[in-house]
């Protein structure tokens, strides 16, 4: 485990096994710059889990996008991030160079405007993602749509304190490996509960919305 949370004085990168590393916590207490964290991300990339709070992740697609089409291969199954200042584009740069992903928790970063980003390129594949968590992120209801319609067997979606009034109709598929989901404080309408409901039939096990 690398914790990064404290300091100075850090852990010289070049002095660790690496390989070894299962789990990066970092946070705004730790090195200075999105920069060294980004770095600290890409050098131990056969890292699991992946934990930041507070700690600036700003510009993070640029480190993890090395142009021609190449990136890094990131080994990561969970992900939670709290406040990093991560943009769209941010989070889905790491979920393109994270294949094996998991879970993913994001809690008040701004993802506002990532259907755009979207259509702009190639979607993330995210085939091994079954659990998404997205609280306070700014999405609208074509955000969360198109970010919900990633994993072709999401399970568990847990949505909270975002305006997604329309999602219904933003919704463009079903989730029939749905089996817990919850939308808390997301201004749905009566008509947006039952389309979602509809979408999610099947396996569907808990409910809150």
Do not use: K
């Amino acid at each position: 485990r690398l914790d990064d949370c404290h300091g100075p004085p850090f852990a010289p990168l070049d002095r660790l096994a690496v390989g070894l590393v299962d789990t990066l916590q970092l946070s705004r207490d730790g090195r200075d710059t999105p920069e060294e964290r980004a770095r600290i991300l890409t050098t131990c990339n056969r890292a699991s889990t992946f934990l930041c709070a507070y700690g600036s992740l700003a510009g993070l697609a640029r480190h993890l996008d090395w142009g021609s089409g190449l990136s890094p291969c990131l080994r990561l199954r969970r992900v939670r991030l709290r406040q990093c200042a991560l943009s769209s584009e941010d989070v889905l740069q790491l979920l393109r160079c994270a294949p094996a992903l998991e879970t993913l928790v994001l809690i008040s970063e701004n993802l506002s405007g990532v259907e755009c980003a979207l259509w702009e390129r190639p979607p993330p594949p995210c085939v091994s993602l079954t659990t998404m968590e997205l609280t306070d992120c700014a999405l609208s209801a074509a955000d969360a749509a198109g970010l919900l319609a990633l994993p072709p067997r999401l399970q568990v979606a847990h949505l909270q304190a975002m305006d997604l009034y329309g999602l219904g109709e933003a919704l463009t598929r079903d989730f029939p490996h749905m089996s817990e989901l919850r939308a808390l404080d997301c201004g749905l309408s009566h008509a947006d509960a039952a389309a979602v409901l509809a979408r999610c039939a099947g396996a569907l096990e808990g409910v809150s919305l």
